[in-house]
């Protein structure tokens, strides 16, 4: 079999720095397949640089499975014949800046890189966006590959999903592996509503092994936070956890979910659960096929509900912000 061919942009970053090694370790598409990776980063002679050592640490790893690595400063020649690309990468937030700047300066990364999909990548290319704001730049990604299908682009909640099964895991006293299907829906940001209310813990309803003013006193909140609580206790941001969540993401999107099982993704809204047609939303769903699908006719109640209109509240506002590059 061909090698698959993965892109990872932010290659130098800190993100990419654990996910790059777990690829060329067979995690992503398994211990049969190899695979070719392709890296991108800025046109600054420094992170270019950085990239080379990133590729000579690849290359000293020996992997079996790494037909080839090369190394981009060019959107296009990265993403050419991807089968798969992880768009790490993205400009942080800079001390004073504004959120609408931060949106506009990402904005303008990810139309180039959304037209450089188009133009190169495989036309069932399966694209994860984990630079943030991430929804939004997923949208803007996705709204500027002209002729490839919207279903190829996704953004990365999965992280937000992991942390709240592994509380759920340790208020229940329960084992991580035994809890099922909680839900993160709308924005990878602090509007983000993690859901229990389908949840399972070892096959029981979750709210049966749950506290429920723990769960929406405290849980919701560490959930919502735990990216500034881990910076707040390393030093450094949650960059190990991020990349295995990217790759449990892109994972289950390419082998399929265990029956009965649901992961949270932010996809292109087809106006599911009545959120906005087109917004990049995270919704639950299935893979199969190597495709995706949002469950659907999951009952909420009005708190639910409530907390699910706030997070498309704010990804409509961000949209607006960025309004004029869509394409
Ligand atoms: P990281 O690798 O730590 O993070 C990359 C992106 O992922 C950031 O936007 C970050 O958001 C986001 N992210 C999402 N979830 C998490 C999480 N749980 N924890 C941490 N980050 C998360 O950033 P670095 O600064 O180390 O590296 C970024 C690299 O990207 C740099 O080398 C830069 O040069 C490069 N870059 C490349 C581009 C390209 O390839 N064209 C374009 C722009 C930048 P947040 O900032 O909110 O933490």
């Known amino acids: 079999m061909a090698a698959k061919k993965v892109a990872v942009t932010g290659a130098a970053g800190n993100i990419s720095y654990s996910l790059l090694f777990r690829i060329a370790a067979g995690g992503l598409y398994g211990p049969d397949t190899k695979v070719s990776l392709s890296l991108l980063e800025v046109d600054v002679p420094a992170v270019a640089k950085a990239m080379e ?39 942080p937030r800079s001390k004073g800046m504004e959120r609408k700047d931060l949106l506009e300066a990402n904005a303008a990364i990810f139309k180039v890189q959304g037209q450089a999909l188009a133009a190169g ?3 069932d290319a399966k694209v994860l966006v984990v630079g943030n704001p991430a929804n939004t730049n997923c949208l803007i990604a996705q709204r500027n590959a002209a002729g490839m299908d919207p279903a190829c682009f996704t953004a990365m909640t999965r992280l937000d999903q992991n942390r709240a099964a592994a509380q759920v895991a340790a208020h229940a006293g329960a084992a991580v592996g035994e809890v099922r299907n909680v839900v993160v829906w709308g924005n990878h940001s602090a509007t983000q509503f993690p859901d229990i209310a389908h949840a399972t813990v070892a096959g029981k309803p979750a709210a049966e092994a749950v506290d429920a003013k723990w769960y929406k006193e405290e849980m919701i909140g560490v959930v919502q936070q735990r990216g500034a609580a881990i910076i707040a206790a390393r030093g450094l941001s949650s960059a190990a956890s991020a990349a295995s969540a990217a790759l449990d993401h892109m994972h289950d999107w390419i082998h399929g979910t265990p029956e009965g099982t649901w992961v949270s993704m932010a996809v292109v809204s087809g106006g599911e659960y009545g959120i906005e047609e087109g917004l990049v939303y995270s919704y639950p769903c299935t893979c199969a096929g190597g495709k995706w699908s949002v469950v659907p006719d999951l009952a909420r109640d009005d708190f639910a509900a409530e907390m699910m209109k706030a997070t498309e509240a704010e990804l409509r506002e961000e949209r607006d912000a960025v309004a004029a590059l869509l394409g």
């Open 121 to 123: 990548a495989r036309p």
């Open 53 to 91: 050592g990133v590729k000579m640490e690849l290359e000293d790893g020996a992997f079996a499975l790494l037909e080839s690595c090369t190394t981009h400063t060019d959107a296009a020649a990265c993403f050419a014949d991807a089968d798969a690309a992880f768009l790490v990468g993205a400009r």
